[in-house]
Antibody, heavy 127, light 108 residues
Framework: QLQLQESGPGLVKPSETLSLTCTVS??????????WGWIRQPPGKGLEWIGS???????YYNPSLKSRVTISVDTSKNQFSLKLSSVTAADTAVYYC???????????????????WGQGTLVTVSS | SYELTQPPSVSVSPGQTARITCSGD??????AHWYQQKSGQAPVLVIY???KRPSGIPERFSGSRLGTMATLTISGAQVEDEADYYC???????????FGGGTKLTVL
């Protein structure tokens, strides 16, 4: 059974960089069938897609966060990571990592569904 | 930036049919997926590619898409279906994914 687990500091100071890692177990991140994504949810609010990465390193980013986001992958450790710079209180959220399926029989990226999710980790931005 | 619009809330009695809509211009050509999120839990995929149901999801969950609107239908809603529901798709470029604002389903 595939499992994803987020890890990283639960408290980050304003203007600093938020760093999280997602460790994948029960499956390989080195697969042409998947992207790997980050999603966040501020307390009491809705879901926001942050970005996605392929095992080869190609990425998609949310345009509203693109200037501050870097997502990377380490296939040797079966992990992918998120860095969000210059954080403010508005970046306080539960951060989820998830697997994004790339269906072989669909040519549209809109087919790419998020099927397995981590449990999420709360990151608070505060001094 | 591109947005998917959902009603903030929907309320039905147990056994009734609940319909949750999601509208967005790009939906005319893009697939929609639907997620259920219960309080304090990670989202769960209930419908993908407009109308496909993952294994383990009850048959009462179904989906459709017509024009610029996608609809999640729960036929014979149960109390345990109370949750927030989110649609998910891409913008017209296909390079950016977006969630709808979410709909709180109340079954009582």
């Amino acid at each position: 059974q595939l499992q994803l687990q987020e890890s990283g500091p639960g408290l980050v100071k304003p203007s600093e960089t938020l760093s999280l890692t997602c460790t994948v177990s029960g499956g390989s991140i080195h697969s042409s069938s998947y992207y790997w994504g980050w999603i966040r949810q501020p307390p009491g609010k809705g879901l926001e897609w942050i970005g996605s990465i392929y095992y080869g390193g190609s990425t998609y980013y949310n345009p509203s966060l693109k200037s501050r986001v870097t997502i990377s992958v380490d296939t040797s450790k079966n992990q992918f990571s998120l860095k969000l710079s210059s954080v403010t209180a508005a970046d306080t959220a539960v951060y989820y990592c998830a697997r994004q399926v790339v269906p072989a029989d669909c040519s549209s990226t809109s087919c790419y569904r998020l099927d397995y999710w981590g449990q999420g980790t709360l990151v608070t931005v505060s001094s | 930036s591109y947005e998917l619009t959902q009603p903030p809330s929907v309320s039905v009695s147990p056994g009734q049919t609940a319909r949750i809509t999601c509208s967005g211009d790009a939906l005319a050509k893009k697939y929609a997926h639907w997620y259920q999120q219960k309080s304090g839990q990670a989202p769960v995929l209930v419908i993908y590619e407009d109308n496909k149901r993952p294994s383990g999801i009850p048959e009462r969950f179904s989906g459709s898409r017509l024009g610029t609107m996608a609809t999640l239908t729960i036929s014979g809603a149960q109390v345990e279906d109370e949750a927030d529901y989110y649609c998910y798709s891409t913008d017209t470029s296909g390079n950016s994914w977006v969630f709808g604002g979410g709909t709180k389903l109340t079954v009582l």
